[in-house]
């Protein structure tokens, strides 16, 4: 049997919002296996001087816990 | 001193949304002790045809940590 | 006239979360006459193990009050 | 190429909330073809006297259109 | 006179975020005519191992239906 | 049997936002018949000097589909 | 001391928006007093033919129960 | 049988926000019985130069009715 | 370069929804220039006996700054 | 005539959520004048270790602009 | 590299909300380590009598995971 | 003291959403300094035949005013 999980977390880029999921996901990617989906929850970023410094996105991460 | 914390995942039934909600209960009894509490978040499902053959319920379950 | 109000009440069951709604319904027919229509705004439950032992159903609940 | 739609319909059924989906399934599968989803957005019922005399729900179904 | 009609749809990429959008005004114009504004309500993705492999942005087009 | 419907549009008017509403109606009488009810999502307006030149009401119309 | 409390409620009106939510407040009237405000919370209408045949405004209204 | 009910009022207080959801608790049990919870639904104040002089609650309270 | 900006008001009328809309608009005039949307994000109105006495309309008015 | 505007500010204390909200309406005071209604947005913190170091408030202003 | 995770829990006190807010950052730092920030997603009580004897904060945490 | 201020602006770009989140960050620092951080609040874009040919990114810019 399988059970499907959620988490939440946020990923960060210098670079821009797509780099931020990305990064989201790979960082998921180091403690979480069978990961299926990616929901985008909200966008943010740290501004310094006119310029974004920062990305940041809120997503939820779903992945299948393999039963033993 | 208790903690209660809440965790978010997915429950499936080929059978219908109750079960749906069920199984993901019983899904998560496999690693969490002392549920307390569901709330279903949404109601989804995939259709195959003219029919609904899987079942998804997103729930959120809260448990208590005991404190060691 | 006729005057068209809104009343906000938890239906509950043992058995399911359609009886939790039909529940509320039937529950509200002893203090409410002219009852038209039910919206369900959420569902909950409560767990004992790794079984769900109350349904509840959120519900709102509109009916005519007849002018006297 | 392939395009993903999405439309909403409502489901209607004197028996229950689970039949009122399957059958809101059933009858956009009449004009419909290649349905893959189904988000159930909300549950409403009428009531005549105590009971909930047709249940409805309020889905929204995504399917594949084929490019030609 | 001129009728504004609103659909929602999918739009998929393997690429990125931006790049879904764009394809779900291509597949939209396939069928529909006289587009003129995209709201962006979603963004989902999916992932295979530590990647995002399919973008997707679910996307409300609002387009003007001339009359006959 | 009957399928019930749902459709977006944007009703516009010059004159103000009740008539936005019914013109939308209006607007959607011409390609769908047996319309049932209206919901309205939203309000906005175009705006010239200190004056609102456009109303607009975004709405949601069912309509029941007869079954050839 | 003074309790203020809420009631929602659904005003109708044949002729417009404006009026429904006006026939609300005086249908309330006729049972609560000392009535202070009024939220609209959604708007809906009945359709008949090509025309809106009945207005609805759900609105909440808030008044002040004095104490004995 | 027990029936559940949920009303929405106001509490206020001219000391702060946590007195402000005590009183709506007080002011209800003068005329309501065998309370069970408060929601919190939103929180607003009434300012006088630079300082707030009236705080105010909006809560849901669910209540239990002993069926007679 | 144009800078659109976005600014939240209250309009107020004794007439009417409409004009409390429409007074937003001419009262932002008097301070704001190149106004272009208007946004109604929610209605009130005070009550006294068994009348409104003031509408309300919580808009939000985006209008294009001139770059120096 | 007078013109009631609304602005945005988040509030900030060492202390507590009570003193985050009464310092965001002490520091708008400093700019702004005639203020007369505050809306509690959301609340966050800052921690450090096991401690909340500071208390954030997301609040809206009402005030009203005396026109020359 | 540093993962930001987000988790949910209810923090629970008998003498306030503050408080309650408090006790879950103190909860959750008994298991998790480098927490940086906290949301409060909704306040709730439960009452005996006229009085709120147990306050509830759901919160949403945020920590850094540090990569080994 | 510090103040932190929000305000809400649009920006536009004609070739990507990244680019219309840098633009608002960018024209907003024409009048405003000391801006800390940026929230996205929707998407939109202007349709020309099949293409997108403008991203518009309504966004929450929030900035410290220092205290004179």
Known sequence: MTIVKI???VG???NGLQEAVENAVKDASKTIRNMRGVDILS???EIDG???????ANVKISFIVEER
């Not at 006119?50 to 940041?56: C, Q, T």
């Open 7 to 9: 988490i939440e977390l």
């Open 43 to 45: 966008w943010t970023g």
């Open 12 to 14: 960060v880029s210098k």
């Open 50 to 56: 006119d310029k974004i410094v920062e990305y940041r």
